[in-house]
């Protein structure tokens, strides 16, 4: 950290020396605030290293919570404030419906890189015509599973949620007996925030519960289908995952996994590679494989996710952030994300390149799963989405956590959510 | 000191310099108190929203409470008032702060009580007690969450380790332990600030009553019911509502150590998820307002029924 600041310390103190001698007054000093996950920090700096040699301007990433929640109620309050200190945003897919007039519309200036992204995507971040951030990555879960331990006690990587459960418990047990005391089945993100409405997310629609809210807004989550779901999940949580599973987000999930302390973990691609470092005590033992269904005749479900990247309306150095956004959404930044952060591209042709299929065979493997993604129900709640959101996961958190049976609160919730809607979304 | 000064009395001169002195500080608590204080109100009193801070419309007291009758002749209200997650908070917070202020009193006494004695180092025991109150709410809260880290933490290696428990809790996040492990923390944090106001009251009490009590053969324990008690009552009902006031507005600790669910939210957390979150700021707003009410008529009916000397008249 010490280094970082020196460092940034210096480069201010260079630019306001090049500015008092008269250079031209070029070379601006951007911040470019996103969450921290894994080794974000040190990335980025390698990754954005050709746009600062390129254009002369330099970025400070400005590092934020892990949790996508206490990131927007950190951003939103700065761009109400309408403050200019930071320049970029890293924002979330789900976002952009609520935070649309604070940025800078980037229609015109991606006029030839929008295309070559997966349109669906262009598509989220477009709000009543305007193209509110750029996509940098896009992200949809996996199951993570020991290829070890799977061998060792022959089993078949499961496709049902209840065959994860059986093997899960049977592979726990049998790991305890021979003295491995802190192994667990199964590593998820139980948390009450974002996560956990991800998680439930799938769980609901892989049982055929439908997404919350269907496209065309009605409140869809009050049904057996989804009620089994939670009960289903209520019925892990003490068994194959710690009782603590309940306050985990995605590093927790990730420190136990890695740690050799877990059999299955569902967590993000960004896992993957982390999972290979050179620290890992899993590295090499894994694969991964798309989330279990809910049995007979339902499909499985992935929860869209992914990152982008916005301009703030507030900027007083809108030319130079708009250069960075345009090179991190482009295939040179989006290449190397995908090689040392196992980010996956929204970049179409990047899904074919034989660099990337070498260093991270998950991300073509990846590209089904992604394109058959569940969206969460941003689109059609809009601005009322966190609200929505947030109901979702204190329902199943308390169902998790034994606060009222699953249908009790899945009713009360329709009544809530019946409450927030009103007369429309 | 021979002038008149427009015939006015010395008291009278002396009270008009005291308020020249004492207007900055008036118009610093205005500014940084009042005015919030009064814009909050306001607010709540409107429909305003994060995305449009100026642009809120007057509404009355719907924020609060309203009424809607529906076509089919239902009665429905709506509000803060009929909010159950509001009325959740409020009586998380109300338990919170009742069982820490009463934890942190009792330990407060004792250690005041033991720093009071004269014994070698104790300049640096007094110093010492002090750290606990000097870290940052913040990291001290993210030190308890890895110390009470159901998998990695010392606290249940401990345990473990002693037979005290046969397997890891999962402290934060289980509904059962999730406000035990909140007022383990603030406890911890806040009984030196109860221990040091407490001890400026126990060094008030003259030596020669103690040595008067000694000399007639009272019990130590009587000497305290007796004497040290009534002594040290108005310092310790000061510290009792300084406490108080500050438990009933925690946020910090529940918000970093706690998932955010509903066994452990309180008013703050609540209000301000409605403001920032759900982009609901005149309905976080009038959860403030209320907020500030509940502690307003806690301390009144402290003060009132405690006879509490705040204004320091007794003391001459």
Redesign the interface.
Known sequence: MMKMTGRALRSAALGALMAGLGAPAMAEELFYVSGAVGNAVENFKTLVKPWEEATGHTVTMVPMPAST?DQ??QY??WL?AGASDIDLYQTDVIWAP?LA?HFVDLTEVAKDLAPTHFPSIIESQTVNGKLVALPIFTDAPALYYRKDLLEKHGKAVPTTWAEMQETAQFIQDAERAAGDA?IWGFVWQ????EGLTCNALEWVKSFGGGQIVEADGTISVNNENAVAALETAKGWVGTIS???????QEEEAR??WQTG?AVFMRNWPYAYGLGNGEDSAVKGLFGVTPLPSGGEGSGSAATLGGWNVAVSKYSTKQEAAISLALYLAGPEAQKQRALTESNLPTIVSLYDDAEIAAAQPIIPQWKEVFLNAVPRPSAPTL??Y??VS?RFW?AV??TL???GSAAENLELLEVELT?IKGSGW | MTDKSDGLSLSQQRQRAAFWFLAPMLAALFFVAAWPLIRTIWFSLTDTT??D?YGGEWIGFDNYLSLRILESGRWIW?GTLVDPAWWNAVWNTVRFAFVSVFFETILGLIVALVLNAEFKGRGFVRAAILIPWAIPTIVSAKMWAWML????GIINDILLGLGLIDQ???W????DTAMTAVLIVDIWKTTPFMALLILAGLQMVPRDIYEAARLDGVNPVKVFFKVTLPLIRPALAVAIIFRMLDALRIFDLVYVL??????AKTMSVIS??NM?????FAYGAAQSTLLFAIIAVFVSLYIWLGKVDLSGESQK
Not at chain 1, 190 to 193: C, D, L, P, Q
Not at chain 1, 242 to 248: D, I, S, W
């Open positions: 929640t927007f109620g939103r309050l109400a609520q007039d802190d139980g948390n009450a925030y710690p009782e603590g599973v309940l306050a985990y420190g136990l302390n601005g009322k966190n609200e947030a204190s958190h308390s956590s034994g606060n409450d | 994060l995305s801070l709506r880290n159901d998998q990695f890891k809790i999962a934060t996040a289980s509904v706690t998932p955010n669910s509903a066994a301000r998820e920032i979150d759900f982009d609901k």
